[in-house]
């Protein structure tokens, strides 16, 4: 059973069972502190979708990644891509009416870089409105943030960006390119506050601000990436997968409704 979308012939897409979950992963191309690489974002997320297809290979479909965000506000640092999100919204959305258009009805928008966040929200509800299918939106580590909170060994505000949980999942997929000789520390961002915290399984900010990255941070980083290790990165993806692999599983058992025009 294939489960890369790009790797279908003509006839399979006809063919294909079209209540599978196609996946779309969208994330960046970024800093990720002197420690880890540009692709950090595009490497996790991938690794959640295709370690879900390998899990449920029956029910999954996983599209190339789109490796560019909404994170013009990291672009004092060398290397950012960044797109409007505007533009990011209409890509998105014509990804998914094309895939509409050759009879998939269910989508996830799976996210991989925190800002896209409400961008893939927006895409995945201006999908259900123009094409009529089932598209969902879901940020990867929104889906695990008790198991993450078991297994973390950094404080609250220690996984944000290029932290903890970004660097041990990227040490236990791709250990030589992560350098943690180079990492530090950087815990700047609001940790003690009532209403901003950024960390990403801290339950939620009940208030949000994103500043230039430039501001609150002095080499791109946002946590505690010294703690980090390839085991624990092993631990995360795994309770990520599996995640993935229940909400997929919930999506194909949706009721495909009818809307009612009540006027």
């Known amino acids: 059973m294939k489960t890369s979308y790009g790797q279908l012939t003509v006839d399979e897409v006809r063919n294909a069972d079209k209540d599978r979950v196609v996946i779309l992963s969208v994330s960046a191309t970024e800093d990720h502190g002197p420690h880890m690489p540009l692709d950090t974002d595009t490497v996790l997320g991938m690794a959640v ?7 449920a290979p029956d029910d999954i479909l996983v599209m190339p990644p789109i490796p560019y965000g909404f994170n013009e506000h ?3 640092f060398p290397g950012v891509i960044w797109i409007e999100p505007e533009t990011l919204i209409s890509f998105i959305t014509d990804v998914t009416k094309s895939l509409a258009h050759h009879g998939f009805r269910r989508i996830l ?3 991989s870089h925190g800002s896209n966040h409400p961008v ?3 895409a995945a509800r201006k999908t259900v409105i123009q094409s009529g299918i089932i598209c969902v939106s879901a940020s990867y ?13 950094s404080e609250i505000g220690g996984i944000a960006h290029a932290g903890e949980f970004e660097a041990a999942i990227y040490m236990h997929l791709h250990p030589e390119l992560v350098d943690l000789n180079k990492a530090e520390k950087q815990i700047l961002h609001n940790a003690g506050s009532k209403f901003f915290n950024l960390d990403l399984a801290a339950g939620g900010s009940p208030a949000n601000l994103v ?4 501001e609150i941070s002095p080499d791109g980083t946002m946590g505690d990436p010294t703690v980090a290790d390839a085991e624990t990165g ?6 990520a997968v599996n995640a993935t692999v229940e909400l997929v599983q919930e999506i194909r ?3 495909i409704l009818k809307r009612k025009d009540h006027h």
């Open 49 to 55: 979708a295709e370690g879900a297809a390998k899990k």
């Open 234 to 239: 092993r631990l995360f993806l795994e309770a």
């Open 120 to 122: 893939l929200d927006l």
């Open 211 to 214: 500043r230039w990255w430039s």
């Open 141 to 153: 580590w929104n889906l695990i943030s008790q198991r993450i909170n078991e297994l973390r060994k």
């Open 253 to 255: 058992a949706m009721p």
């Open 109 to 111: 928008l799976l996210n």
């Open 74 to 76: 990291h672009k004092d």
